[in-house]
């Protein structure tokens, strides 16, 4: 609980820096976080660095280790285009939690159901507008239904005083991988356009969106 304050004090300064600079750019209300965010997993470790295998789970404070191939595929990712902010960890998604659920991937509990495993990669400062992730679904054949739906209902705009501009989508065999960025932090396009050589794959679907402003 004490790293979970800690943590708390340091996104609440984050915040309001980034709200004082806001005030010439475009006003957006963040997505309200789940009820338990004063359980929000992904705390810094005594050292002050990132623990990005192991998260608490927000309802029963078990561990929740982050899945050894999706997390491996983002750091391939990340080799072919980094990606560097403050303080990046790259976590599980806890499907049993449809709050955060819907919160880090926009589905449903329903929808949840067809995956069998996820990774977020965010930045813990929580004013940074980024987000990856990457799902892998029980069945191969439900990979772009899961992709329309996390690329139309993830909120833009669920950091404080900041969103993301550009959001992709693609699916390649059983996996599904959505980013959205504020381009002034990374290309989404560009960012994209690395992946199949990275993981030596190539896309099934793609799709994207802009911000609306």
């Known amino acids: 609980m004490k790293k979970a304050l800690i943590c708390l004090c340091l996104l609440a300064a984050m915040a309001l820096t980034a709200c004082g600079g806001a005030k010439d750019s475009i006003e957006t209300t963040p997505t309200p976080l789940p009820d338990d965010v004063m359980n929000q997993p992904a705390t810094p470790d005594g050292d002050g660095e990132v623990d990005s295998d192991m998260e608490m789970t927000p309802e029963t404070g078990a561990e929740l280790t982050a899945d050894a191939e999706l997390s491996g595929m983002v750091d391939k990712i990340y080799e072919a285009y980094p990606v560097e902010l403050m303080m990046m960890t790259t976590s599980a998604v806890d ?3 449809e709050s955060w659920l819907t919160y880090n991937t ?3 509990a329903e929808q949840g159901a067809l995956v069998d495993a996820g990774v977020l990669s965010e930045s813990m400062t929580g004013s940074q507008a980024y987000s990856l992730v990457l799902l892998r679904v029980k069945d191969e054949a439900d990979a772009q239904t899961i992709a329309d739906a996390v690329l139309d ?3 833009m705009n669920k950091w404080v005083c900041t969103m993301a501009d550009k959001a992709r989508v693609a699916t390649f065999g059983d996996k599904v991988l959505f980013v959205m960025s504020n381009s002034e932090l990374a290309d989404a396009d560009a960012l994209m356009a690395a992946v199949p050589d990275a993981l030596g ?7 994207s969106k802009d911000a609306e402003i």
């Open 153 to 155: 209902n993830v909120q």
């Open 95 to 97: 499907l049993s939690d």
């Open 201 to 207: 794959v190539t896309f099934d679907y793609e799709n």
């Open 106 to 108: 926009g589905l449903t």
